[in-house]
């Protein structure tokens, strides 16, 4: 089966290669971008305004290889690509939750950005915390690496 998608938007932002950039958008919340959303969905930004976290979908169209075991950014080590947030992965598919700063008419700008330039946007969804957040302790092999998120930054293996 083949799934064909189509954007709803796509991010600005002021990445335009992958080496040095954030990997994720919790180590870098200062980080600004934009979402220009398409006219023709602009009707389904009604309300977004009184939502502080957007979780957007997005297909990371530049990642050019498609790995099932992968070391990742905060790691030496090999894993399955589906226990790491690699963009090296069947679909491309990104999951970046943000921080909405404002709305003007069908542009988004936000905070928190670990996505390139003209990276095309799937869906937004409302970050809703009683039904997105979760208190655990289980956090597999990311659980000895968390501490370095500030200061780690992207290279181009999977470019
Ligand atoms: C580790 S992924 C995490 C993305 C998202 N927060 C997630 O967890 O799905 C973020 C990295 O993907 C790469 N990247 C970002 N936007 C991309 C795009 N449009 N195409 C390919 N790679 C991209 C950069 O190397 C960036 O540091």
């Given at each position: ?66 790995l ?12 399955g ?31 928190g ?47």
């Amino acid at each position: 089966m083949t799934i064909s998608l189509r954007p709803i938007g796509i991010v600005h932002s002021r990445f335009t290669e992958v080496a040095g950039m954030p990997i994720q958008t919790a180590g870098a919340p200062d980080e600004p971008g934009r979402i220009e959303v398409l006219p023709e969905f602009a009707a389904g930004l009604k309300d977004i305004e009184g939502f502080e976290y957007l979780i957007l979908l997005t297909h990371m169209h530049r990642a050019s290889k498609e790995l099932l075991e992968v070391v990742p950014f905060l790691d030496t080590e090999t894993h399955g690509v589906f226990a790491t947030r690699a963009p090296a992965r069947p679909n491309r598919i990104g999951l970046s939750i943000v921080r909405l700063v404002s709305v003007e008419g069908c542009t988004l700008h936000f905070t928190g950005n670990d996505m390139l330039d003209e990276t095309p946007v799937l869906d937004i969804k409302p970050y809703v915390p009683r039904f997105d957040a979760r208190g655990t302790d289980r956090v597999g092999w990311f659980a000895a690496r968390l501490d370095q998120l500030p200061k780690v930054r992207s290279d181009d293996r999977m470019a």
